[in-house]
């Protein structure tokens, strides 16, 4: 139940495309969903994050939608550049504060957007 | 704002000795932090959480007597490998939160190489 299931495990886009990247979760005692990107050697970013109470989120070309009753989320980049190519992960936590509030990890996904 | 450094970046010890890590919260007091490892091309394994002047819990599986951990203050926390091995060799990475937010910051990590 603390899983997070994160999907596709890699994924090739055109430069201009849009990426996307899904994940699912099951306890439903989880109320903070971010995305993290990560470059090679680098350690993780926080790039946006979502709370349970609204839809979707966007900052510049990322957005977030979230489906609390499909207990599903994901991450839209939109027009993708060669510079965002890289490794995402999504996570998810509950509460906040000492030990309760592990984020749990999807297993990552590989971008490369091709020029 | 929310800069969290880690030094060494890199280090390489021989079998058997012990080498610490620094994780730091340069403008920001962290209440929390925490310490992962991550294998490559693998997502972020959480070791464990320290609070400031608590003692840290670990996850199950991480030996506590081996990666002992230390928050001693607000902006400092280290990681002790103690009798190093080969198969400690890994990428250690450490995230610092505040009170009352979710939001973790992450370091950019730690390459530690045993041989």
């Known amino acids: 139940q603390q899983q997070v299931k994160q999907s596709p495990q890699s994924l090739i886009v055109q430069k201009g495309g849009i990426s996307i990247i899904n994940c699912a979760y099951e306890?439903?005692?989880?109320?903070?969903f971010p995305w993290y990107q990560q470059f090679p050697g680098k350690g993780p970013a926080l790039l946006i994050a979502?709370?349970?109470?609204?839809s979707e989120k966007k900052e510049g070309r990322f957005t977030i939608s979230f489906n609390k009753s499909a207990k599903q989320f994901s991450l839209h980049i939109m027009d993708s550049q060669p510079g965002d190519s890289a490794t995402y992960f999504c996570?998810?936590?509950?509460?906040?504060?000492?030990?309760?509030?592990?984020?749990?990890f999807g297993t990552g996904t590989l971008l490369a957007v091709q020029p | 704002g929310a800069v969290v450094s880690q030094h060494p970046s890199r280090v390489i010890c021989k079998s058997g000795t012990s080498v610490k890590i620094e994780c730091r919260s340069l403008?920001?007091?962290?209440?929390?932090m925490f310490w992962y490892r991550q294998f490559p091309k693998q997502s972020l394994m959480l070791m464990a959480t320290?609070?400031?002047?608590?003692?840290?819990?670990?996850e199950q599986g991480v030996e506590k007597d081996k990666f002992l951990i230390n928050h001693a203050s607000l902006t400092l926390s280290t990681l002790t490998v103690t009798s190093a091995h080969p198969e400690d060799s890994s990428f250690y990475i450490c995230?610092?939160?505040?009170?009352?937010?979710?939001?973790?910051?992450f370091g950019p990590g730690t390459r530690l190489t045993v041989t």
């Open positions: 995230s610092a939160q505040t009170s009352g937010n979710y939001e973790q910051y």
């Open positions: 306890n439903t005692a989880f109320d903070y």
């Open positions: 979502i709370r349970p109470d609204v």
């Open positions: 996570a998810a936590s509950k509460g906040y504060g000492g030990a309760t509030n592990k984020l749990i």
């Open positions: 403008d920001f007091q962290a209440t929390t």
């Open positions: 320290s609070n400031e002047g608590s003692k840290a819990t670990y």
